[in-house]
Nanobody, 125 residues
């Protein structure tokens, strides 16, 4: 069992930056992929990025590629989502999720077994 806790959301102006954190407890991330999703009001949960903890590789959606970056802190079993050049359309509740490592990137919420509670990101114009 993996418990995930996100933090770092908030209100920022367009063009600004935020860093989200996803801390795991219960198990280490070593055998998992960590995904980030977001959900805006009235919309479906949308894939943002997937990170392979064991290989260190990442996969980003086209909407965030070049602006968002995933990194990690091994000692703290934490994954970070650095979000730069934020746009009003990035406004959403952001969730981290974990799934057992597979060869395929997880771009659907159905691919993930564990979820955090979400953190609100609001980008003002």
């Amino acid at each position: 069992q993996v418990q995930l806790v996100e933090s770092g959301g908030g209100l920022v102006q367009a063009g600004g930056s935020l860093r989200l954190s996803c801390a795991a407890s219960g198990r280490t991330f070593s055998s998992y992929n960590v995904g980030w999703f977001r959900q805006a009001p009235g919309k479906e949960r949308e894939f943002v990025a997937d990170f392979s903890w064991s290989g260190g590789s990442t996969y980003y959606s086209d909407s965030v590629k070049g602006r968002f970056t995933i990194s990690r802190n091994n000692a703290k079993n934490t994954v970070f989502l650095q979000m730069n050049s934020l746009k009003p359309e990035d406004t959403a509740v952001y969730y981290c999720a974990a799934k057992f490592w597979t060869t395929a990137w997880g771009t659907s919420p159905k691919d993930y077994e564990y979820w955090g509670q979400g953190t609100q990101v609001t980008v003002s114009s």
